[in-house]
């Protein structure tokens, strides 16, 4: 069951993954020079990547009560897809066990057999609103604020899942559907269920704010019916901003994941149908042989082993949901790579903890990639009965079908009593974690308890989660007993990741030695590639080349990224040669990153490859045209064109869909600079600040415009409340302490820069503004102390070298 996944600003983005990538910084970032003028101000600009995740509501008309449904949306079948039924004529053992499962049940007319919350008059309250669920004749209806904050009677059209709880879709104009926040806890009254309940049970969830139910971020269209019916196809028309969304079955039936079964059909009525086609007209026959597969060598081994490779199609049509992305294609053939077909989100907080762990609404994917199991071969349906979604054993049974029961499943592995909770292999290798308030659900990165890296990394670890009154140091001396010390000394790529975020430049060496040991998972790999982006510099271009050049399509894209910054020459030098990559993902990140390169630049023999690129992000930007970020994005790619205008159409858009993205402000503001026309620009930056008073980002962007027009007592507050608001972006703490320099206060300067060290430490452009201002205030000693933090950063640089070697003997 899948919710509209758009949370607050401050959380996570949604399932959707904009690749609106930052702007990074080259190694002339990282002398110890300090510009002390104004006017290098003025060259300040966002990086054209920008992105902040602020949500909106939309102006949708309220829909007057109605007596029945009358929904707009058909299901139009097509020629190559012959329905669940037709199937059921072969394959009737399959058929039934479908039947009753999540797949079957992810979407249903609304009737008396479909729907299971209490519309008996019941009444919920939520904050200030109460609604009225109840019956008009055979009607379900509920009676809640509509988009204009009025109680109003709305039909349920759809249901949405069954367990643990159900939610309900409501029809409203322009071919749209949207998700009630308010959902049916279906789980039996004895485990807390029977009753209705809010997925945002903490905040207050009136008609203004961005989560509102009948707002854009919870629409049903855009957000997730890609994932609960078959062959959907969102029939997005951006001139009118409407759907005309159309599926060929509403649920998730075997075309899903078999993919279209015409031929499958006409090859089954042949006279004689030959068992040699290995296909049998099908595009995919993700047959796992789960029972041969995994085997035991002899009666001392410890694991089974897998007889043959699995064969990843097997996984890439479970992927395509069970995962958190963004879509580049529809209707692409089943088991294709799922970076073919869509865009994965990576390993980054604060959507994962720092060690990989699950954190937000992460749909499987992810935790997945980085399991032992994944690397040795394990599929879905190794676990998971693919027709009625069962597990094919229950509790310890179905690990031990690979791991052997006498080593594992004993209290001398396990140290706890057997049969008790300790004693079960997922609470402790995949610890359980609740999403949509009651649907727990269990990480699959079946990884080994690391009570030790918690308090340096943040992350939880499976010990505290069931002894929540313990701490992480109790529970490591707890395995220190069972198992001795040794596992402490185990390397965890945590570690490094975590760096990436905490330890700024200094962190670099660690993600490049993540990045390229083949021994680690390539979602890790690609994780330690894209936190080196804001890092990189011209010295690593050759690590970059050999990174383009991975097995694994999601380092590959990550890499491209970290290129993005580097001279025209040497970036269509590494990048020209994947815009003909297979895999589709690809190809359209070296696009992207390589749009702004003129023709007479680009290779002759390559100027068709980028075309057709291009042309792929650009239908990609065009399928998901309903998201405000991708209207940036468009936007984004006319600028790198150098289409200001275009760029401008396309944020004044993504404003007109979101009023409330900061970023489309950020970007549209940086547009009419471009064209000599700061005066728009601030009229923007106002507009926007006046209904995001608290965007920190729209404070930092309007101080650097008021720079350019040399206000740069009003710039200073801006950029003062920039830094207040944000604290921990050190980006916008440099700016604010340079100005305060160039104003005259050096000291609330080096206090402003000194607090940032402390939140975002080994930043270099902190430590150059440190080591410049302490050096002009006549404080050697204090300069050498960053200077040495700066060389403990990067030890190999020489100019550094010799400055500490000179503030030694000065001091």
């Known amino acids: 069951m899948i919710r509209p996944k758009t949370p607050k600003p401050t959380q996570p983005a949604s399932k959707k993954e904009p690749e609106i990538t930052q702007a990074t910084t080259g190694k002339g970032n990282y002398r110890l020079v300090l510009w002390l003028s104004v006017l290098m101000l003025v060259g300040l600009i966002i990086g054209i990547g920008y992105f902040v995740s602020t949500l909106s509501i939309t102006d949708i008309p309220p829909v007057l009560p109605v007596a029945k449904p009358a929904p707009t949306m058909l299901s139009v079948a097509t020629k190559d897809y012959v329905g669940a039924t037709t199937c059921k004529q072969c394959h009737q053992a399959e058929f039934e066990a479908w039947q009753g499962s999540h797949h079957e049940l992810a979407m249903q007319e609304a009737n008396a057999q479909t729907v299971l919350g209490d519309f008996n008059n019941v009444k919920f309250k939520h904050h200030d609103v109460e609604s009225t669920f109840f019956k008009r004749g055979d009607t379900f209806m509920v009676r809640t604020d509509g988009p204009d904050g ?48 809010h997925l945002y049970p903490k905040d207050k969830m009136d008609y203004t704010d961005q989560l509102h139910w009948t707002g854009r971020y919870q629409n049903w269209n855009m957000q997730c019916a890609e994932c609960h019916s078959t062959n959907l196809k ?31 059909v006409a090859w089954a009525k042949q006279a004689q149908p030959s068992s040699a086609d290995a296909d049998k007209g099908l595009a995919i026959k993700p047959q796992s042989y789960w029972q041969d597969a995994w085997t035991f060598s002899d009666s001392n081994s410890k694991f089974a082993h897998r007889e043959q ?165 109790w529970a490591a001396a707890a395995i220190d007993k069972w198992y001795g010390k040794s596992w402490r000394d185990r390397p965890h790529y945590g570690t490094a990741l975590h760096g990436g975020v905490t330890q700024g430049v200094k962190a670099l060496p660690a993600l490049l030695d993540l990045a390229q040991d083949l021994s680690k998972p390539a979602i890790v790999r690609a994780t330690a590639v894209d936190l080196s982006k804001p890092l990189m510099n011209p010295e690593l271009l050759i690590t970059a080349r050999q990174l383009l050049k991975d097995a694994d399509p999601s380092v590959r894209t990550a890499a491209l990224g970290l ?105 549209l503001a940086d547009a009419y600079r471009q064209l000599g026309r700061d005066s728009e620009g601030e009229d923007r930056l106002r507009q926007g600040l006046s209904l995001l008073p608290r965007a920190a980002d729209l404070h930092h962007s309007l101080g650097l415009l008021l720079v350019r027009k040399a206000d740069q007592a009003t710039a200073l507050k801006e950029f003062a409340e920039a830094a207040n608001l944000a604290p921990d972006n050190a980006r916008y703490a440099y700016v604010y302490a340079i100005a305060l320099h160039s104003a005259g206060k050096s000291k609330q300067a080096v206090v402003v820069l000194k607090d940032a060290d402390t939140r975002q430490p080994f930043n270099m452009e902190i430590l150059n503004a440190l080591v410049s201002m302490q050096l002009e205030m006549g404080d050697n000693q204090a300069a050498l102390v960053y200077a040495k933090k700066a060389a403990e950063a990067l030890p190999g640089d020489a100019q550094i070298k010799k400055l500490v070697e000179e503030l030694a003997v000065t001091k």
């Open 150 to 197: 009025k109680l109003t009677d709305y039909p349920i059209t759809y249901t949405f899942g069954v367990k643990p709880l159900q939610q309900y879709l409501i029809e409203f104009p322009g071919g749209r559907y949207q998700s009630l926040g308010i959902a049916w806890d279906s789980r039996p009254k004895a485990k807390g269920g029977q009753r209705w309940f």
């Open 234 to 264: 969102k029939g997005y028309d951006a001139a009118t901003d409407s759907y005309k969304t159309t599926f060929n079955e509403i649920n998730v039936a075997c075309e899903t994941c078999h993919g279209p079964a015409s031929q499958h």
């Open 309 to 473: 490779p699995a064969n990843d199609s097997l996984m890439n049509s479970c992927w395509a949901c069970h995962s958190r992305r963004s879509t580049l294609v529809e209707g692409s053939a089943s088991g294709l790579p799922l970076e073919d077909t869509h865009r994965p989100a990576l390993l980054t907080q604060p959507t994962y903890y720092a060690d990989g762990q699950q954190r937000d609404e992460d749909y499987t994917w992810g935790s997945f990639r980085q399991s032992k199991m994944f690397q040795n071969g394990v599929t879905c349906m190794d676990c998971h009965e693919p027709h009625a979604l069962k597990l094919r054993a229950e509790g310890n049974a179905l690990c031990t079908c690979c791991h052997d029961a006498k080593t594992f499943d004993t209290e001398q592995h396990h140290f706890h009593q057997q049969g008790s909770k300790g004693a079960q292999c997922m609470d402790c290798h995949a610890p359980e974690q609740n999403y949509m308030v009651i649907d727990g659900r269990h990480d699959h990165s079946f990884r080994l308890p690391r009570p030790d890296l918690s308090q340096s990394l943040g992350s939880p670890n499976a010990c505290t989660l069931c002894h929540q009154n313990r701490k992480p140091e």
């Open 563 to 667: 290129i993005e910054a580097v001279d025209p020459v040497n970036r269509v030098l590494a990048a020209s040669p994947l815009l003909n990559d297979p895999i589709r993902g690809v190809r359209i990140e070296a696009a992207r990153i390589l749009a702004d390169v003129p023709d007479t630049q680009f290779p002759a023999d390559r100027l068709g490859t980028r075309a057709s690129a291009t042309q792929e992000y650009r239908d990609y930007l065009a399928l998901n045209a309903d998201w405000p970020s991708e209207n940036v994005n468009l936007g984004n790619l006319a600028l790198r064109q150098g289409q200001a205008d275009a760029a401008i159409t396309a944020y004044l858009r993504a404003l007109q869909l979101d009023p409330l993205f900061a970023g489309a402000y950020v970007n």
